[in-house]
């Protein structure tokens, strides 16, 4: 049996074949094609692993898993942290052809159960190190809801679940049986707009190609050494080139808790590290550090700083070569596919000032009116795209697909965008109902929904308000029977379960919600009032 997914037109997938897109081999290759180097691959602390001794620990875990009877078809929900465990798993799991989610270690409660409701998970894999699963009553719980649940690993234990010994069993004969390389490898998280999460089923062909081709561009080679701060688990850390690039090219990933400057300005300093992917948050503490610091010194060996997840300005984009003293490379992604890059090689100029250009000949990229028509040349609308590593619709979504897709199978991000002359992309805005704080993204729905479960809410909107630091914070405007305030709203939040960076930054209760004409709830009014209450 395999997962389900909307395949790509059989001339579309024959043409990606023909250009060499995609090569028909398995996400493992990445790993076991540097199988015998003993260069290093991954440093999470004090720990250091070869190539070597990496492929070796992801053939016991396969191994491991194999015993314990999961196989090709099966679906993982995973949730490990910016740990070594985190590749390990990851190889494993796609060696034996079990596809996994990979949540991030801020997911809690409410979105591991609504992941694991989707999927059907035959195993989880997580971490005593997280709240949730420090003891075992919510392991309980979950696995008596999850009848598909066989098999149960945890990082940080040492009784029968434990992670490690797994790791650290010898492999008997390890069978690979990857998944086809035209099917679902694993799937990426949609940032959505959605009540609930959706799921982005990804190949390993269409992934594999992202990957190869954003080396190209990125110039990772066996001489990078990339800072890892992102969650490993986000698209943008994994593939663009991200840590998977990084083994490609048999470079050197270094993995960090977060993107502060206290943690990773040493980290660049010990490691000598050349390239690093940040949110524009983490730019701006970056800068503020070495402000205060009164030097740079530590970020001697840097050459390359990625910026991307959110809308990064000109003027701390040409603050970046100025103060840090590394060349700057603006990324504009999207877990569902296509990604866009300022090149090495573009002027100042177009790197400070656009989000790049696609990066696949084969990326079609257009903006559409509000009616779904073409606007000329320049002019802001609707973000539409289709390619070779761009999805064709959501896990078991078929309503939601109707609307994110048009009739020709291109996708539309809800992005707001321009196309210069050149190709290049100037992000404008947003359409859907999101927001992005910081680069993590809030579907406003979801928070919603559960702000309607407390019995004093009536009606909620959560809409985002401008943040000089993060970008953008969320707002939550309600309207209630009686006053709630925000630390109630917030801690009421929090024991729906619900990840951190998505409680409400503020709260106003309001008598009404204001309307548009078709009587839907006017977000925009909404944005205005939040925008004129944070003047006064
Ligand atoms: C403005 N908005 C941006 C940018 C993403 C590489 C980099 C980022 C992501 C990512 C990714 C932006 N300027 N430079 O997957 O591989 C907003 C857009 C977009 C949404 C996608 C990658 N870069 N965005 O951020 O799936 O609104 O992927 O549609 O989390 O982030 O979010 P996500």
């Given at each position: 049996?395999?997962?389900?997914?909307?395949?790509?037109?059989?001339?579309?997938?024959?043409?990606?074949?023909?250009?060499?897109?995609?090569?028909?081999?398995?996400?493992?290759?990445?790993?076991?094609?540097?199988?015998?180097?003993?260069?290093?691959?991954?440093i999470?602390?004090?720990?250091?692993?070869?190539?070597?001794?990496?492929?070796?620990?992801?053939?016991?875990?396969?191994?491991?898993?194999?015993?314990?009877?999961?196989?090709?078809?099966?679906?993982?929900?995973?949730?490990?942290?910016?740990?070594?465990?985190?590749?390990?798993?990851?190889?494993?799991?796609?060696?034996?052809?079990?596809?996994?989610?990979?949540?991030?270690?801020?997911?809690?409660?409410?979105?591991?159960?609504?992941?694991a409701?989707?999927?059907?998970?035959?195993?989880?894999?997580?971490?005593?190190?997280?709240?949730?699963?420090?003891?075992?009553v919510?392991?309980?719980?979950?696995?008596?809801?999850?009848?598909?649940?066989?098999?149960?690993?945890?990082?940080?234990?040492?009784?029968?679940?434990?992670?490690?010994?797994?790791?650290?069993?010898?492999?008997?004969?390890?069978?690979?049986?990857?998944?086809?390389?035209?099917?679902?490898?694993f799937?990426?998280?949609?940032?959505?707009?959605?009540?609930?999460?959706?799921?982005?089923?990804?190949?390993?062909?269409?992934?594999?190609?992202?990957?190869?081709?954003?080396?190209?561009?990125?110039?990772f080679?066996?001489?990078?050494?990339?800072?890892?701060?992102?969650?490993?688990?986000?698209?943008?850390?994994?593939?663009?080139?991200?840590?998977?690039?990084?083994?490609?090219?048999?470079?050197c990933?270094?993995?960090?808790?977060?993107?502060?400057?206290?943690?990773?300005?040493?980290?660049?300093?010990?490691?000598?590290?050349?390239?690093?992917?940040?949110?524009?948050?983490a730019?701006?503490?970056?800068?503020?550090?070495?402000?205060?610091?009164?030097?740079?010194?530590?970020?001697?060996?840097?050459?390359?700083?990625?910026?991307?997840?959110?809308?990064?300005?000109?003027?701390?984009?040409?603050?970046?070569?100025?103060?840090?003293?590394?060349?700057?490379?603006?990324v504009?992604?999207?877990?569902?596919?296509?990604?866009?890059?300022?090149?090495?090689?573009?002027?100042?100029?177009?790197?400070?000032?656009?989000q790049?250009?696609?990066?696949?000949?084969?990326?079609?990229?257009?903006?559409?009116?509000?009616?779904?028509?073409?606007?000329?040349?320049?002019?802001?609308?609707?973000?539409?795209?289709r390619?070779?590593?761009?999805?064709?619709?959501?896990?078991?979504?078929?309503?939601?697909?109707?609307?994110?897709?048009?009739?020709?199978?291109?996708?539309?991000?809800?992005?707001?965008?321009?196309?210069?002359?050149?190709?290049?992309?100037?992000?404008?805005?947003?359409?859907?109902?999101?927001?992005?704080?910081?680069?993590?993204?809030?579907?406003?729905?979801?928070?919603?929904?559960?702000?309607?479960?407390?019995?004093?809410?009536?009606?909620?909107?959560?809409?985002?308000?401008?943040?000089?630091?993060?970008?953008?914070?969320?707002?939550?405007?309600?309207?209630?029977?009686?006053?709630?305030?925000?630390?109630?709203?917030?801690?009421?939040?929090?024991?729906?379960?619900?990840?951190?960076?998505?409680?409400?930054?503020r709260?106003?209760?309001?008598d009404?919600l204001?309307?548009?004409?078709?009587?839907?709830?006017?977000?925009?009014?909404?944005?205005?009032?939040?925008?004129?209450?944070?003047?006064?």
């Amino acid at each position: 049996m395999s997962v389900a997914f909307t395949p790509w037109p059989d001339d579309f997938a024959a043409r990606y074949r023909e250009k060499g897109y995609w090569q028909d081999r398995p996400l493992t290759d990445f790993l076991t094609r540097h199988a015998d180097s003993e260069s290093v691959a991954v440093i999470d602390g004090d720990r250091h692993f070869s190539y070597c001794e990496l492929n070796a620990r992801v053939d016991n875990l396969a191994s491991s898993l194999q015993r314990q009877g999961l196989k090709t078809g099966d679906t993982a929900l995973v949730q490990l942290g910016n740990v070594a465990e985190f590749y390990i798993t990851f190889f494993a799991l796609l060696r034996i052809g079990v596809a996994p989610v990979n949540a991030l270690f801020s997911h809690q409660r409410s979105e591991l159960q609504a992941y694991a409701a989707q999927i059907e998970p035959a195993m989880l894999i997580a971490d005593r190190q997280h709240a949730l699963f420090a003891d075992d009553v919510f392991l309980n719980a979950f696995v008596d809801e999850h009848r598909s649940v066989r098999t149960v690993l945890l990082r940080n234990d040492d009784g029968e679940h434990s992670l490690a010994a797994a790791i650290a069993h010898p492999a008997d004969n390890v069978v690979a049986t990857p998944t086809g390389p035209g099917e679902v490898a694993f799937f990426q998280l949609s940032g959505g707009s959605t009540g609930t999460p959706k799921l982005i089923p990804r190949t390993h062909n269409d992934y594999a190609y992202s990957i190869r081709r954003s080396n190209e561009i990125c110039a990772f080679d066996q001489n990078t050494r990339y800072l890892c701060a992102l969650p490993a688990a986000h698209n943008y850390a994994l593939s663009s080139p991200g840590a998977l690039g990084v083994f490609l090219a048999q470079g050197c990933v270094i993995l960090a808790a977060d993107p502060s400057a206290t943690l990773c300005f040493p980290l660049i300093e010990q490691h000598q590290i050349n390239v690093a992917a940040l949110v524009p948050p983490a730019v701006s503490l970056w800068l503020q550090a070495i402000h205060e610091w009164n030097s740079n010194a530590a970020l001697a060996s840097l050459t390359l700083l990625q910026v991307g997840g959110a809308r990064l300005s000109a003027t701390l984009a040409a603050r970046i070569p100025a103060e840090i003293g590394c060349q700057l490379q603006q990324v504009f992604g999207m877990a569902e596919g296509l990604v866009n890059y300022t090149r090495l090689d573009d002027s100042p100029e177009r790197i400070i000032n656009t989000q790049g250009c696609p990066m696949s000949p084969d990326d079609e990229v257009w903006v559409a009116d509000a009616e779904g028509n073409p606007l000329p040349r320049g002019e802001v609308g609707r973000l539409m795209t289709r390619g070779p590593y761009t999805f064709r619709g959501y896990y078991k979504s078929p309503e939601h697909n109707g609307c994110a897709f048009d009739a020709n199978g291109f996708y539309g991000s809800g992005d707001l965008i321009s196309i210069d002359e050149q190709g290049y992309i100037t992000v404008q805005g947003r359409e859907k109902d999101q927001i992005n704080r910081g680069g993590e993204k809030i579907a406003a729905e979801e928070v919603e929904n559960l702000l309607l479960r407390h019995d004093e809410v009536i009606h909620a909107a959560l809409v985002s308000m401008e943040d000089s630091l993060l970008g953008e914070k969320s707002c939550a405007w309600l309207v209630t029977k009686t006053p709630l305030r925000a630390v109630a709203v917030r801690r009421f939040l929090r024991e729906q379960g619900v990840a951190e960076f998505k409680l409400p930054d503020r709260v106003e209760c309001v008598d009404a919600l204001p309307l548009t004409p078709v009587g839907k709830v006017d977000k925009k009014q909404l944005r205005q009032w939040i925008a004129n209450r944070t003047l006064a």
